[in-house]
Protein backbone atom coordinates (compact mmCIF):
# COMPACT_ATOMS: atom_id res chain seq x y z
CA UNK A 1 0.00 0.00 0.00
CA UNK A 2 1.80 3.69 -1.10
CA UNK A 3 -0.83 5.75 -0.76
CA UNK A 4 -2.62 6.05 3.13
CA UNK A 5 -5.54 3.83 4.23
CA UNK A 6 -9.01 5.23 3.61
CA UNK A 7 -10.19 6.10 7.35
CA UNK A 8 -13.43 3.76 7.06
CA UNK A 9 -10.40 0.48 6.65
CA UNK A 10 -8.75 1.90 9.86
CA UNK A 11 -12.15 1.09 11.60
CA UNK A 12 -12.78 -1.80 10.00
CA UNK A 13 -9.24 -3.02 10.87
CA UNK A 14 -9.86 -2.45 14.70
CA UNK A 15 -13.14 -4.41 14.65
CA UNK A 16 -11.42 -7.08 12.51
CA UNK A 17 -13.68 -6.43 9.90
CA UNK A 18 -10.62 -6.00 7.01
CA UNK A 19 -9.77 -8.82 4.55
CA UNK A 20 -6.45 -10.71 5.42
CA UNK A 21 -4.76 -8.82 2.63
CA UNK A 22 -5.79 -5.52 3.18
CA UNK A 23 -4.63 -6.33 6.61
CA UNK A 24 -1.38 -7.32 5.66
CA UNK A 25 -1.06 -4.02 3.26
CA UNK A 26 -2.12 -2.05 6.11
CA UNK A 27 0.30 -2.70 8.70
CA UNK A 28 2.75 -2.98 6.09
CA UNK A 29 1.67 0.61 5.52
CA UNK A 30 1.56 1.85 9.06
CA UNK A 31 5.19 0.73 9.47
CA UNK A 32 6.37 3.84 7.45
CA UNK A 33 3.66 6.19 8.12
CA UNK A 34 3.84 8.05 11.22
CA UNK A 35 0.73 10.52 10.55
CA UNK A 36 -1.44 7.16 9.58
CA UNK A 37 0.11 5.63 13.12
CA UNK A 38 -1.42 8.86 15.04
CA UNK A 39 -4.92 8.45 12.70
CA UNK A 40 -4.58 4.79 13.76
CA UNK A 41 -4.24 5.50 17.59
CA UNK A 42 -6.59 8.21 18.15
CA UNK A 43 -9.47 5.55 15.87
CA UNK A 44 -8.47 2.99 18.70
CA UNK A 45 -9.16 5.14 21.32
CA UNK A 46 -12.42 6.27 19.70
CA UNK A 47 -13.11 2.66 18.85
CA UNK A 48 -12.73 1.67 22.62
CA UNK A 49 -15.26 4.48 23.89
CA UNK A 50 -17.85 3.20 21.38
CA UNK A 51 -17.74 -0.08 22.29
CA UNK A 52 -18.02 0.50 26.09
CA UNK A 53 -21.03 2.65 26.19
CA UNK A 54 -22.44 2.06 29.58
CA UNK A 55 -25.78 0.01 29.09
CA UNK A 56 -29.29 1.41 30.02
CA UNK A 57 -30.08 0.70 33.58
CA UNK A 58 -33.51 -1.19 33.32
CA UNK A 59 -35.68 -0.83 36.50
CA UNK A 60 -36.39 -4.32 38.55
CA UNK A 61 -39.60 -4.60 38.13
CA UNK A 62 -40.07 -3.78 34.26
CA UNK A 63 -40.47 -7.44 33.44
CA UNK A 64 -43.45 -8.11 35.74
CA UNK A 65 -44.78 -5.23 34.28
CA UNK A 66 -44.47 -5.72 30.84
CA UNK A 67 -46.11 -9.38 31.84
CA UNK A 68 -48.94 -7.57 33.28
CA UNK A 69 -49.42 -5.81 29.67
CA UNK A 70 -49.62 -9.26 27.93
CA UNK A 71 -52.75 -10.34 26.59
CA UNK A 72 -54.62 -13.35 28.42
CA UNK A 73 -53.99 -16.54 26.73
CA UNK A 74 -57.01 -17.67 24.33
CA UNK A 75 -58.58 -20.66 26.61
CA UNK A 76 -57.45 -23.54 24.46
CA UNK A 77 -59.70 -26.70 23.62
CA UNK A 78 -62.96 -27.03 24.19
CA UNK A 79 -65.12 -23.22 25.20
CA UNK A 80 -63.86 -21.40 21.91
CA UNK A 81 -65.56 -24.16 19.65
CA UNK A 82 -68.68 -24.53 22.02
CA UNK A 83 -68.89 -21.04 22.44
CA UNK A 84 -68.71 -20.50 17.89
CA UNK A 85 -71.33 -23.52 17.87
CA UNK A 86 -73.74 -21.77 20.82
CA UNK A 87 -73.11 -18.38 18.66
CA UNK A 88 -74.23 -19.84 15.24
CA UNK A 89 -77.24 -21.48 16.65
CA UNK A 90 -78.45 -18.31 17.58
CA UNK A 91 -77.77 -16.69 14.40
CA UNK A 92 -79.34 -19.14 12.57
CA UNK A 93 -82.22 -18.99 14.80
CA UNK A 94 -82.97 -15.64 14.63
CA UNK A 95 -81.72 -15.71 10.92
CA UNK A 96 -84.58 -17.96 10.24
CA UNK A 97 -87.12 -16.18 12.21
CA UNK A 98 -86.66 -12.49 10.39
CA UNK A 99 -86.49 -14.37 6.89
CA UNK A 100 -89.31 -16.81 7.30
CA UNK A 101 -91.54 -14.03 10.04
CA UNK A 102 -91.99 -17.36 11.89
CA UNK A 103 -92.47 -16.95 15.64
CA UNK A 104 -88.97 -18.04 17.92
CA UNK A 105 -91.19 -20.76 19.45
CA UNK A 106 -92.36 -22.29 16.36
CA UNK A 107 -88.17 -22.39 15.19
CA UNK A 108 -87.38 -24.04 18.32
CA UNK A 109 -90.11 -26.84 18.34
CA UNK A 110 -89.34 -27.24 14.39
CA UNK A 111 -85.85 -27.81 15.12
CA UNK A 112 -86.36 -30.27 18.27
CA UNK A 113 -88.49 -32.46 15.67
CA UNK A 114 -85.95 -32.63 13.04
CA UNK A 115 -83.38 -33.44 16.17
CA UNK A 116 -85.52 -35.77 17.08
CA UNK A 117 -86.17 -37.41 13.84
CA UNK A 118 -82.72 -37.76 12.65
CA UNK A 119 -82.13 -39.27 16.39
CA UNK A 120 -84.80 -41.83 15.30
CA UNK A 121 -84.11 -42.90 12.35
CA UNK A 122 -79.94 -42.33 13.20
CA UNK A 123 -80.25 -45.19 15.97
CA UNK A 124 -81.74 -48.12 14.42
CA UNK A 125 -78.99 -47.71 11.54
CA UNK A 126 -76.30 -47.15 14.04
CA UNK A 127 -77.44 -50.60 16.21
CA UNK A 128 -77.47 -52.33 12.86
CA UNK A 129 -74.03 -51.14 11.78
CA UNK A 130 -72.89 -52.33 15.12
CA UNK A 131 -73.69 -55.67 14.67
CA UNK A 132 -72.36 -56.17 11.56
CA UNK A 133 -69.40 -55.19 12.80
CA UNK A 134 -69.33 -57.46 15.15
CA UNK A 135 -70.43 -60.23 13.46
CA UNK A 136 -67.30 -59.41 11.02
CA UNK A 137 -64.80 -59.12 14.26
CA UNK A 138 -65.74 -62.80 15.62
CA UNK A 139 -65.84 -64.45 11.52
CA UNK A 140 -62.05 -62.55 11.46
CA UNK A 141 -60.98 -64.19 15.12
CA UNK A 142 -62.15 -67.72 13.60
CA UNK A 143 -60.23 -67.11 10.51
CA UNK A 144 -56.91 -66.95 12.68
CA UNK A 145 -57.59 -69.04 15.39
CA UNK A 146 -57.61 -71.68 12.34
CA UNK A 147 -54.89 -70.06 10.54
CA UNK A 148 -52.67 -71.14 13.59
CA UNK A 149 -54.56 -74.49 14.44
CA UNK A 150 -53.18 -75.63 10.96
CA UNK A 151 -49.71 -74.37 11.04
CA UNK A 152 -49.07 -75.71 13.89
CA UNK A 153 -50.17 -79.46 12.71
CA UNK A 154 -48.08 -78.63 9.76
CA UNK A 155 -45.18 -77.77 11.95
CA UNK A 156 -45.49 -81.20 13.80
CA UNK A 157 -45.70 -83.41 10.98
CA UNK A 158 -42.13 -82.03 9.03
CA UNK A 159 -40.80 -81.85 12.45
CA UNK A 160 -37.75 -78.99 13.66
CA UNK A 161 -35.74 -79.75 10.74
CA UNK A 162 -38.29 -79.19 8.54
CA UNK A 163 -39.05 -76.01 10.20
CA UNK A 164 -35.72 -74.80 10.15
CA UNK A 165 -35.04 -75.99 6.14
CA UNK A 166 -38.82 -73.76 5.28
CA UNK A 167 -37.46 -70.09 8.04
CA UNK A 168 -33.78 -70.67 6.10
CA UNK A 169 -35.27 -70.63 2.27
CA UNK A 170 -37.87 -67.74 3.53
CA UNK A 171 -34.90 -65.67 4.59
CA UNK A 172 -33.33 -66.91 1.35
CA UNK A 173 -36.01 -65.55 -1.01
CA UNK A 174 -36.43 -62.47 0.75
CA UNK A 175 -33.24 -61.15 0.57
CA UNK A 176 -32.43 -62.16 -2.97
CA UNK A 177 -36.12 -60.58 -3.34
CA UNK A 178 -34.60 -57.31 -1.80
CA UNK A 179 -31.29 -57.25 -3.60
CA UNK A 180 -32.82 -57.69 -7.23
CA UNK A 181 -34.95 -54.55 -6.02
CA UNK A 182 -32.13 -53.20 -5.27
CA UNK A 183 -30.34 -54.01 -8.68
CA UNK A 184 -33.42 -53.16 -10.39
CA UNK A 185 -33.53 -49.64 -9.05
CA UNK A 186 -29.84 -48.85 -9.60
CA UNK A 187 -30.14 -49.74 -12.92
CA UNK A 188 -33.16 -47.67 -13.45
CA UNK A 189 -31.01 -44.34 -12.11
CA UNK A 190 -27.91 -45.52 -14.48
CA UNK A 191 -30.42 -45.51 -17.28
CA UNK B 1 -32.46 -25.37 18.26
CA UNK B 2 -31.36 -22.17 20.17
CA UNK B 3 -32.15 -21.81 23.69
CA UNK B 4 -34.40 -18.34 22.15
CA UNK B 5 -36.09 -21.33 19.64
CA UNK B 6 -36.42 -23.22 22.76
CA UNK B 7 -38.22 -20.16 24.96
CA UNK B 8 -40.39 -19.06 22.22
CA UNK B 9 -41.77 -22.59 21.97
CA UNK B 10 -42.49 -23.00 24.91
CA UNK B 11 -44.19 -19.32 24.98
CA UNK B 12 -46.67 -20.26 22.18
CA UNK B 13 -47.31 -23.25 24.06
CA UNK B 14 -48.62 -21.14 26.82
CA UNK B 15 -45.96 -20.64 29.33
CA UNK B 16 -45.73 -17.11 30.16
CA UNK B 17 -42.65 -18.01 32.27
CA UNK B 18 -40.69 -18.70 29.13
CA UNK B 19 -41.79 -15.21 27.58
CA UNK B 20 -40.57 -13.27 30.58
CA UNK B 21 -37.23 -15.08 30.42
CA UNK B 22 -36.89 -13.71 26.87
CA UNK B 23 -38.34 -10.07 28.41
CA UNK B 24 -35.48 -10.37 30.97
CA UNK B 25 -32.58 -11.39 28.61
CA UNK B 26 -33.27 -8.25 25.81
CA UNK B 27 -34.87 -5.68 28.57
CA UNK B 28 -31.41 -4.06 28.50
CA UNK B 29 -30.30 -4.29 24.98
CA UNK B 30 -33.67 -3.17 23.91
CA UNK B 31 -33.99 -0.31 26.57
CA UNK B 32 -29.91 0.50 25.58
CA UNK B 33 -31.01 1.21 22.10
CA UNK B 34 -34.33 2.92 22.36
CA UNK B 35 -33.06 5.14 25.15
CA UNK B 36 -30.34 6.10 22.63
CA UNK B 37 -32.83 6.41 19.77
CA UNK B 38 -35.50 8.47 21.63
CA UNK B 39 -33.13 10.65 23.92
CA UNK B 40 -35.71 9.95 26.79
CA UNK B 41 -35.42 7.63 29.91
CA UNK B 42 -39.00 7.58 30.30
CA UNK B 43 -40.48 7.13 26.44
CA UNK B 44 -37.74 4.15 25.92
CA UNK B 45 -39.04 2.26 28.96
CA UNK B 46 -42.48 2.70 27.37
CA UNK B 47 -41.35 1.90 23.77
CA UNK B 48 -39.43 -1.49 25.33
CA UNK B 49 -42.68 -2.47 26.80
CA UNK B 50 -44.80 -1.46 24.27
CA UNK B 51 -42.49 -3.27 21.43
CA UNK B 52 -42.22 -6.68 24.12
CA UNK B 53 -46.08 -6.66 23.77
CA UNK B 54 -46.00 -6.19 20.34
CA UNK B 55 -43.52 -9.54 19.55
CA UNK B 56 -45.39 -11.67 22.13
CA UNK B 57 -48.86 -11.43 19.72
CA UNK B 58 -46.80 -12.15 16.78
CA UNK B 59 -44.71 -14.40 18.10
CA UNK B 60 -46.51 -16.98 15.84
CA UNK B 61 -44.85 -15.13 12.65
CA UNK B 62 -41.44 -15.99 14.34
CA UNK B 63 -39.47 -18.60 12.21
CA UNK B 64 -36.66 -20.43 14.36
CA UNK B 65 -34.48 -20.32 11.24
CA UNK B 66 -33.66 -17.10 11.89
CA UNK B 67 -31.96 -15.01 15.67
CA UNK B 68 -34.71 -13.84 17.38
CA UNK B 69 -32.39 -11.00 18.66
CA UNK B 70 -32.47 -9.78 14.88
CA UNK B 71 -36.17 -10.19 14.13
CA UNK B 72 -36.91 -8.77 17.69
CA UNK B 73 -34.99 -5.63 16.61
CA UNK B 74 -37.01 -5.31 13.31
CA UNK B 75 -39.84 -5.16 15.65
CA UNK B 76 -38.28 -2.56 17.53
CA UNK B 77 -36.79 -0.53 14.48
CA UNK B 78 -40.24 -0.20 12.77
CA UNK B 79 -41.84 0.73 15.68
CA UNK B 80 -39.57 3.58 15.96
CA UNK B 81 -40.38 4.73 12.30
CA UNK B 82 -44.18 4.29 12.47
CA UNK B 83 -43.69 6.67 15.59
CA UNK B 84 -41.44 9.16 14.38
CA UNK B 85 -44.37 9.06 11.20
CA UNK B 86 -46.82 9.88 12.98
CA UNK B 87 -45.45 12.46 15.03
CA UNK B 88 -44.12 13.42 11.46
CA UNK B 89 -40.70 14.35 12.62
CA UNK B 90 -38.25 14.44 9.77
CA UNK B 91 -36.04 11.58 8.67
CA UNK B 92 -32.79 11.40 6.71
CA UNK B 93 -33.16 8.69 4.10
CA UNK B 94 -30.38 6.67 3.34
CA UNK B 95 -30.16 7.09 0.41
CA UNK B 96 -29.82 10.94 0.49
CA UNK B 97 -25.69 12.48 0.20
CA UNK B 98 -25.15 13.82 3.67
CA UNK B 99 -24.80 17.58 4.68
CA UNK B 100 -23.59 18.46 8.25
CA UNK B 101 -22.88 21.74 7.85
CA UNK B 102 -19.11 20.17 8.51
CA UNK B 103 -18.17 19.86 5.05
CA UNK B 104 -17.59 16.46 3.43
CA UNK B 105 -17.63 13.23 5.26
CA UNK B 106 -15.36 10.81 3.43
CA UNK B 107 -12.08 12.20 5.04
CA UNK B 108 -9.01 10.41 4.17
CA UNK B 109 -5.93 9.74 6.54
CA UNK B 110 -3.50 11.09 7.37
CA UNK B 111 -6.30 13.50 9.11
CA UNK B 112 -4.26 16.96 9.25
CA UNK B 113 -6.84 17.61 12.44
CA UNK B 114 -4.75 16.91 15.62
CA UNK B 115 -6.04 13.99 17.86
CA UNK B 116 -9.43 13.96 19.46
CA UNK B 117 -10.03 11.02 21.11
CA UNK B 118 -6.47 11.53 22.97
CA UNK B 119 -7.41 14.69 24.42
CA UNK B 120 -9.23 13.03 27.25
CA UNK B 121 -9.55 10.18 29.15
CA UNK B 122 -11.91 7.42 28.25
CA UNK B 123 -14.76 7.98 30.71
CA UNK B 124 -15.01 12.05 29.51
CA UNK B 125 -14.72 10.14 26.03
CA UNK B 126 -17.86 8.16 25.97
CA UNK B 127 -19.71 11.34 27.86
CA UNK B 128 -18.85 13.04 24.74
CA UNK B 129 -19.61 10.30 22.16
CA UNK B 130 -23.05 10.05 23.96
CA UNK B 131 -23.83 14.16 23.39
CA UNK B 132 -22.28 13.67 20.14
CA UNK B 133 -24.43 10.61 19.19
CA UNK B 134 -28.04 13.11 20.12
CA UNK B 135 -27.06 15.30 17.26
CA UNK B 136 -26.19 13.25 14.48
CA UNK B 137 -29.33 12.15 12.34
CA UNK B 138 -31.32 9.22 13.30
CA UNK B 139 -30.69 6.75 10.30
CA UNK B 140 -27.39 6.99 11.20
CA UNK B 141 -27.24 6.78 14.96
CA UNK B 142 -29.74 3.88 14.72
CA UNK B 143 -26.81 1.98 12.79
CA UNK B 144 -24.32 2.75 14.88
CA UNK B 145 -26.30 2.12 18.08
CA UNK B 146 -26.63 -1.44 16.53
CA UNK B 147 -23.73 -1.93 15.76
CA UNK B 148 -21.72 -0.85 18.57
CA UNK B 149 -24.31 -0.44 21.25
CA UNK B 150 -26.03 -3.62 20.67
CA UNK B 151 -22.97 -5.33 18.96
CA UNK B 152 -25.11 -6.69 16.15
CA UNK B 153 -22.67 -7.96 13.33
CA UNK B 154 -22.74 -5.68 9.91
CA UNK B 155 -24.67 -8.61 7.90
CA UNK B 156 -27.10 -9.15 10.71
CA UNK B 157 -27.93 -5.07 10.87
CA UNK B 158 -28.51 -5.37 7.11
CA UNK B 159 -31.13 -8.02 7.72
CA UNK B 160 -32.78 -5.62 10.86
CA UNK B 161 -32.68 -2.70 8.27
CA UNK B 162 -33.07 -4.18 5.19
CA UNK B 163 -30.01 -2.60 3.69
CA UNK B 164 -27.36 -4.33 1.11
CA UNK B 165 -24.66 -5.01 4.25
CA UNK B 166 -21.92 -2.26 2.33
CA UNK B 167 -24.37 0.68 2.54
CA UNK B 168 -24.18 -0.64 6.39
CA UNK B 169 -20.50 -0.20 6.74
CA UNK B 170 -20.42 2.70 5.08
CA UNK B 171 -23.13 5.02 7.10
CA UNK B 172 -21.67 3.10 10.29
CA UNK B 173 -18.19 4.36 9.57
CA UNK B 174 -20.11 7.82 8.70
CA UNK B 175 -21.78 8.07 12.02
CA UNK B 176 -18.41 7.42 14.02
CA UNK B 177 -16.55 10.42 11.90
CA UNK B 178 -19.71 12.82 12.45
CA UNK B 179 -19.28 12.14 15.89
CA UNK B 180 -15.32 12.23 15.80
CA UNK B 181 -15.70 16.12 14.05
CA UNK B 182 -18.29 16.86 16.63
CA UNK B 183 -15.98 16.16 19.45
CA UNK B 184 -13.29 17.78 17.72
CA UNK B 185 -15.77 20.32 17.53
CA UNK B 186 -16.87 20.74 21.38
Redesign the interface.
Known sequence: MTT?????D???YLEG?LGAHETRALKAHLER?P??R??????R??H?????????E??PD??????A???E?AE?GWLAPLVASAASLVVGLLGFHLFTGASLSDVLVAVNRFVGLVIARSLPLAAKAFKVGNLLLKVASDLVSIAIAGLEVFSRSIGPQGVGLILGLGVLLTLLAIFGARRLLSLGEKT | MTDDSKLVARALE?D?KA??MI??KY???L??Y??RMTGE?EA??DF??EI??KA??SLKSFRPAYKFSTWLFKIASNHLIDHWRKRRLPTVSLDQPIDDGDGPL??????PAP????RFE?AE??QR??RALESIPEAFREL?ILR??N?FS?EEIADIKSLPVGTV??R??QA??M??KRMAGS
Open positions: CPRAELYLECACEALADRLLEAFTSLPPFVPFALSVMRLPPA | GRFEVREQPTSLSRALAQFVYCMPQVPDSVARLIRIEFHVDYKNVFKEIR
